[in-house]
Nanobody, 123 residues
């Protein structure tokens, strides 16, 4: 099983970024995909979830209106797009797969993790 994420991104403040997470080795629609980020020196922060089976989403209140999750079942790939970027969005972004309905989850309860994508917001 693998979750392979896209490469590092550098953006100016105010721009948008889209990170991908390609799943393999399991049935893509059988697991929720959560997005979690970790800013420098900070703990993990849950951003939200997408259900690849029906496209249903849940967003952490902090990110509502600024983040969009999507999933392409034909390529088993999930995406997170974050807009109106600011310096505080500089972080490593992770996708993680789980079959648990509960959100947010403790990090140790996810079944699979992507390798992380560094997003740097700087002018």
């Amino acid at each position: 099983v693998q979750l392979v994420q896209s490469g590092a991104e550098l953006r100016n403040p105010g721009a948008s970024v889209k990170v991908s997470c390609k799943a393999s080795g399991y049935t893509f629609t059988s697991y929720y995909i959560d997005w979690v980020r970790q800013a420098p020196g900070q703990g993990l922060e849950w951003m939200g979830r997408i259900d690849p089976e029906d496209g249903g989403t849940k967003y952490a209140q902090k990110f509502q209106g600024r983040v969009t999750f999507s999933a392409d079942t034909s390529t088993s790939t999930a995406y997170v797009e974050l807009s109106s970027l600011r310096s505080e969005d500089t972080a490593v972004y992770y996708c993680a797969a789980s079959q648990s309905i509960a959100v947010p989850l403790s990090a140790n309860l996810y079944d699979y993790w992507g390798q992380g994508t560094q997003v740097t917001v700087s002018s």
